[in-house]
């Protein structure tokens, strides 16, 4: 079983920044980040294939910055100028081609308040 270890949640005022880690157990072919907010549907953030193409979502981009780490088996989300829209817990995801799988993280919580 592949696992993935989230980390750098925290609560942050409006306007602030904060950096999401994601570490894998094993090298992954696409990663990606997701969000929940209470009693809404999770919704796909970014994402970076292994070759480095990546896409975000309309709300986030020009302010959140997907990035790798292959060497690591990590990926990170750069997450400026943060809104209390964006508060939600954050989800790791990544695709295993050999395995033929998909894995998730088990979340951190983003909190974005005055």
């Known amino acids: 079983q592949v696992q993935l270890v989230e980390s750098g949640g925290a609560l942050v005022q409006p306007g602030g920044s904060l950096r999401l880690s994601c570490v894998a157990s094993?090298?992954?072919?696409?990663m990606s980040w997701h969000r929940q907010a209470p009693d809404k549907e999770r919704e796909l953030v970014a994402s970076m294939s292994r070759g480095g193409s990546t896409t975000y979502r309309d709300s986030v981009r020009g302010r959140f910055t997907i990035s790798r780490d292959h060497a690591k088996n990590a990926v990170f989300l750069q997450m400026n100028t943060l809104k209390p829209e964006d508060t939600a817990v954050y989800y790791c995801k990544g695709y295993s081609a050999s395995r033929g799988s998909w894995y998730w993280g088990q979340g951190t919580q983003v909190t974005v308040s005055s």
């Open positions: 094993e090298s992954l072919d696409a």
